[in-house]
């Protein structure tokens, strides 16, 4: 009689399943996606950018324009701060997301299944920069029906938008790890809201540094929000020419912001998700 050899002890206890991390990057991506076209939350992020230019140009075009800036167009002037706003409307949401997962348990729920740490966070970022993406395309529309233009090539028109969009990202990702640290959605939207709306009207997206109290000049020119304002600004261009020349010089202040923070914050992350699990 013909017998079958046993099965290695403990062959069945050794077996996992296969973690299929893209796949579950992609569930995870469409499940924050989808109940934000539901609930509207995309079309809050349409009307937002719409609102901050509509609510500072329809004000500040006269006074400004009697001031002598300089440009074309309020608008022009105008428009880089608009697309910061709008990536800064984007990251308190980014925000207030990451604290209710970490609040709610799910954070914890997901660590104990067969995936990768970083899959959630990676996920969120992914339905962030989703919202974004449709945030900046609002901001440029309503931009230019203000009077807003590129007017220096191609070139200079693709460094705008990829500037643009990785600001965002810089935002989006500081946001997350704030969110995910707090752990607390009210405390966390509070704390989001003062910062940018402080430092956005103490720079020179609304007004030239030269129209701001003397004492408060140096941190109006130097602060990040001013640096990423004149760099937009001279990609976006001036039919008067009164931009800076797009040079290293101009151009890499913002850059060593934007490194310097996503730096911080993708350890900051990685750190609280791998420390979980």
């Given at each position: ?9 403990g ?17 995870l991506?469409?499940?924050?996606i ?5 609930t ?10 719409i609102?901050f230019?509509a ?12 001031a002598?800036l300089?440009?074309?167009?309020y608008g ?7 697309i910061?706003?709008a990536?800064a409307f984007?990251a308190v ?8 997962d970490?609040?709610?348990?799910l954070?914890?729920?997901?660590d104990?299944?067969?995936?990768h ?10 339905s ?10 609002a ?7 203000i009077?807003f ?8 028109t693709?460094?705008f ?8 990202i ?8 704030i969110?995910?640290?707090?752990r ?5 939207t ?5 910062p940018p709306?402080?430092l956005?009207?103490?720079s ?11 004492w408060?000049?140096p941190?109006?020119?130097?602060q990040p ?14 039919t008067?020419?009164?931009?800076h020349?797009v040079?290293?010089s ?9 490194a310097?923070s996503?730096a911080l914050?993708c350890?900051?992350i ?6 979980r699990s």
């Amino acid at each position: 009689m013909t017998t079958v050899d046993a099965a290695p002890t403990g062959w069945l206890t050794n077996v996992r399943a296969a973690p299929a991390t893209l796949t579950q990057w992609w569930v995870l991506t469409v499940r924050l996606i989808v109940p934000s076209v539901r609930t509207g939350e995309i079309i809050t992020a349409i009307l937002a950018p719409i609102t901050f230019a509509a609510s500072f140009y329809i004000p500040l075009n006269r006074v400004m324009s009697f001031a002598g800036l300089g440009f074309s167009s309020y608008g022009q002037f105008m428009a880089p701060i608009v697309i910061l706003q709008a990536s800064a409307f984007t990251a308190v949401s980014a925000a207030f997301r990451a604290a209710t997962d970490a609040v709610s348990g799910l954070d914890r729920r997901f660590d104990a299944m067969p995936m990768h740490p970083l899959v959630p966070a990676a996920a969120r970022m992914s339905s962030n920069v989703f919202r974004l993406l449709i945030g900046l395309v609002a901001a440029v529309v309503s931009t230019h029906v203000i009077g807003f233009r590129f007017v220096d090539g191609t070139a200079h028109t693709l460094g705008f938008l990829a500037l643009g969009l990785l600001i965002g990202i810089s935002f989006c990702l500081g946001a997350d790890a704030i969110g995910t640290f707090t752990r607390s959605p009210e405390a966390t939207t509070q704390m989001l809201v003062l910062p940018p709306l402080i430092l956005g009207m103490l720079s020179t997206g609304l007004a030239p540094a030269h129209q701001f109290p003397r004492w408060v000049q140096p941190f109006v020119r130097n602060q990040p929000v001013s640096q990423f304002a004149e760099v937009l600004r001279a990609l976006g261009g001036d039919t008067f020419g009164k931009v800076h020349p797009v040079t290293w010089s101009l151009v890499m202040p913002s850059l060593l912001w934007i490194a310097g923070s996503m730096a911080l914050s993708c350890f900051s992350i990685a750190r609280q998700n791998l420390k979980r699990s």
